[in-house]
Nanobody, 124 residues
Framework: QVQLVESGGGLVQAGGSLRLTCAAS????????MGWFRQALGKEREFVAAIRPGSSSTLHADSVKGRFTISRDNAKNTVYLQMNSLKPEDTAVYYC?????????????????WGQGTQVTVSS
């Protein structure tokens, strides 16, 4: 069982930055692939970024590539999402998720555990 708690969301002006943090419980964190997803009001959940257990392999959605960076610290059971050059269209609830294997990283249905989410609002 893995429990995930997100933090770091908030209100920021367009062009600003935020860093989201996802703290995970459990001694097997380092064996999980981790992902960030987001859901804007009235829209479907979408993939943002993911990172495999070894930290060397990441995947970012085209919409955030070059602006967002996912990383992890296995010693701290934590995964991060650094978000730069934020745009109003990045406004959403951001969710952290964990999955046991390294395949299907962009598909939310493949993930086994989810956090409660943190709100990110970008004003124009």
């Amino acid at each position: 069982q893995v429990q995930l708690v997100e933090s770091g969301g908030g209100l920021v002006q367009a062009g600003g930055s935020l860093r989201l943090t996802c703290a995970a419980s459990g001694r097997t964190f380092s064996t999980y692939s981790m992902g960030w997803f987001r859901q804007a009001l009235g829209k479907e959940r979408e993939f943002v970024a993911a990172i495999r257990p070894g930290s060397s392999s990441t995947l970012h959605a085209d919409s955030v590539k070059g602006r967002f960076t996912i990383s992890r610290d296995n010693a701290k059971n934590t995964v991060y999402l650094q978000m730069n050059s934020l745009k109003p269209e990045d406004t959403a609830v951001y969710y952290c998720a964990a999955k046991r294997n390294s395949g299907g990283l962009a598909y939310g249905r493949e993930y086994d555990y989810w956090g409660q989410g943190t709100q990110v609002t970008v004003s124009s």
